[in-house]
C-alpha cells in the first residue's frame, strides 16, 4: 500500500486520543504543557508551503510515544502539518517497512510525507540525546541472570517514564530533533 493510502487509513489525533487505554493522561499532559519556542515556530511556519503531513506509527502502552507523540503535535501545528496515526500491531506491512537498524519494530516512527505520498523523511524511535541516556541506563543494569535485574530494570524505566513526563528540556529536545529532521 502507497503512503498516501496509509495516511488516509489513520487515526485523527481526537480518533487516536479517544481510543487509548494506556498513557493517555500522561501524553495529553505533555500536549498541554509543552509550547514551542519562538524560534522553532517561525522555523516551522517557514515549512508550511510544503504541505507536509506525518504518518505516526504507534501504540498507546508505548513511553516513547507518550513523550514523542504531543511534541510531534505542537510541531505539526505550527507546520500546518496533518498527522494520522497507524498503530502498529495492526499494521506490520507499514511497520516492517520501518524498523530500527533493520531489525527492531521500535515506535514511535514518524514518516513525514508530501501531497504526492512521497517520503520525505523519517524520524524516530528516539532523539539521539534521549537513545544515549537509554543506552547508559541500561549499561548500568546488573546482568539479566542477576537475582535483582528485573528490580532495577522496573526502577529504570520508573525514572525514564518521570524525566518523559516531568522534564520540559526533554520536551524540547525532542522538538529539537523532530524540526531538524524538518528543515
Known amino acids: 500500500m502507497e503512503l498516501n493510502s496509509w495516511f488516509q487509513k489513520g487515526l485523527t489525533k481526537?480518533?487516536?486520543i479517544g481510543q487509548m487505554t494506556r498513557n493517555k493522561e500522561e501524553m495529553v499532559s505533555i500536549y498541554e504543557r509543552f509550547e514551542l519556542?519562538?524560534?522553532?515556530k517561525n522555523k516551522l511556519e517557514a515549512i508550511q508551503s510544503k504541505n507536509l503531513r506525518a504518518i505516526v506509527l504507534t501504540e498507546d502502552w508505548c513511553g516513547d510515544a507518550l513523550l514523542n507523540n504531543p511534541v510531534l503535535l505542537r510541531i505539526a501545528e505550527a507546520a500546518g502539518m496533518e498527522v494520522r496515526f497507524v498503530l502498529r500491531?495492526?499494521?506490520l506491512e507499514l511497520m516492517d517497512q520501518y524498523l530500527t537498524n533493520g531489525t527492531s519494530r521500535a515506535i514511535p516512527i514518524f514518516i513525514f510525507i508530501d501531497q504526492e505520498g512521497n517520503e520525505v523523511g523519517v524520524w524516530g524511535p528516539r532523539a539521539p540525546e534521549i537513545q544515549?541516556?537509554?543506552e547508559k541506563g541500561r549499561a548500568e543494569l546488573?546482568?539479566?541472570e542477576a537475582p535483582d535485574f528485573q528490580e532495577k530494570q522496573l526502577?529504570?524505566?520508573?525514572?525514564?517514564?518521570?524525566?518523559?513526563?516531568?522534564?520540559?528540556s526533554t520536551w524540547q529536545t525532542v522538538a529539537n530533533s523532530i524540526i531538524q529532521?524538518?528543515?
Not at 37 to 40: F, S, T
Not at 155 to 168: C, D, V
Open 14 to 16: 481526537d480518533e487516536y
Open 37 to 40: 519556542k519562538a524560534e522553532d
Open 89 to 91: 500491531d495492526q499494521n
Open 132 to 134: 544515549a541516556l537509554v
Open 142 to 144: 546488573p546482568d539479566k
Open 155 to 168: 526502577a529504570f524505566y520508573k525514572s525514564l517514564g518521570t524525566t518523559y513526563q516531568q522534564n520540559p
Open 181 to 183: 529532521k524538518l528543515l
